[in-house]
């Protein structure tokens, strides 16, 4: 690990002000994912921002009937409070389904949203990457890519985006509250959150250098059966292969979301519309222009049989 500075914020100012005075700072709460890959020298920054203090920690109710969760709310917290567990049971499944316990008590919710890829071949520093090394290359295009992306990919990389917690997110159209460098506020639409590949895949996310992520906003409660299904390689601890979240009505209408398929947390709407056709039409629109490699295409069918599965529950359910 190369050496670094550290410091206490104790507002959000001071935050952004210490961001601002500190070319290559990072904002650090719960650490889970940038320790490790500080201890990989993944990520060198020269100075560690600490977050935990500035009181962002609290759930509360909005205006528009809606909640407001704070950038460090603990993931434990979040799944186990009461108004997410009654009214947007998808998100508290997607949580409990990710990570472990120790990880889930220290985890953030902003942290959670930033987290990176565990793509091998991002980690193995011997490998080239271009989100380690923009230009570097992609060691997953030809290599084993099991785990990759199917969709949304592009030449320069394949990677997927590792949360459970973002896919639920993405479901339930929540924004991303942040305060700038120069202290405006902003929303934005977790939609427009995280970015495809392209050709620019080491920028993953909307947020400018220094912006602050804030709180995540839920829009007012959807109704229905919220389920949230992950297909992984074995029961705990692992990531995703393919999961989906599912928010479905009496009638078979809904919304669906998939995670451990793309760059992001992948949804499609017109491919909701197609709910009540079934599964096959549903994963044909959510699938369509997919470019799977010759050790992923399985992910092709397994999407359509847990999507498939998940209506099934829903409608033993109803």
């Known amino acids: 690990m190369k050496a670094f500075t550290y410091e206490r914020a104790a507002s959000p100012a001071q935050a952004l002000a210490a961001a601002a005075r500190t070319p290559g700072a990072r ?44 950038a460090l709310v603990r993931n434990t917290d979040l799944a186990a409070d009461a108004r997410v567990r009654r009214d947007y049971g998808v998100l508290s499944r997607a949580l409990l389904a990710g990570a472990s316990g120790q990880l889930r008590n ?20 011997a490998q080239p990457c271009n989100k ?33 917690m973002a896919v639920a997110m993405r479901l339930l159209d929540a924004g991303v509250e ?55 390689d074995r029961s705990s601890y692992a990531f995703a292969l393919v999961s989906v979240a599912a928010v479905l009505q009496p009638d078979g209408s809904g919304r669906v979301a998939l995670g451990g398929v793309a760059h992001k947390p992948w949804r499609v709407e017109a491919a909701d519309q197609a709910l009540p056709q079934g599964a096959k039409a549903a994963s044909s629109l959510l699938l369509a222009g997919a ?4 050790h992923n295409a399985f992910k092709i069918t397994l999407v359509e049989r847990t999507l498939d ?3 099934a529950t829903a409608r033993s359910q109803a």
Do not use: W
Not at 35 to 64: R, S
Not at 107 to 122: S, V
Not at 291 to 294: L, M, N
């Open 27 to 70: 904002f650090i709460a719960g650490g889970t994912n940038l320790l490790d890959l500080m201890k990989l020298e993944i990520e060198t920054p020269q100075h560690l921002i600490d977050v935990n203090g500035l009181g962002l920690d609290k759930i509360e109710a909005t205006a528009e009937g809606g909640l407001r969760i704070g």
């Open 291 to 294: 470019r799977p490699t010759e």
């Open 106 to 125: 220290q985890a953030t919710t902003a942290g959670n949203l930033l987290q990176r890829t565990r793509c091998p071949y991002f980690y193995d520093t």
């Open 309 to 311: 599965a998940v209506l």
């Open 178 to 232: 942040t305060l700038q460098p120069n202290g405006a506020r902003r929303t934005i639409p977790i939609a427009d959150f995280h970015r495809l590949p392209g050709n620019t895949p080491h920028i993953e996310t909307a947020l400018a250098p220094g912006e602050l992520i804030t709180a995540v906003t839920l829009p007012a409660p959807l109704g229905g059966k919220h389920i949230y299904r992950k297909v992984r």
């Open 132 to 164: 380690r090394e923009p230009g570097s290359g992609c060691s997953a295009i030809g290599g084993i890519s099991r785990q990759h992306a199917v969709v949304g990919s592009s030449e320069a990389c394949i990677a997927t985006h590792p949360s459970d």
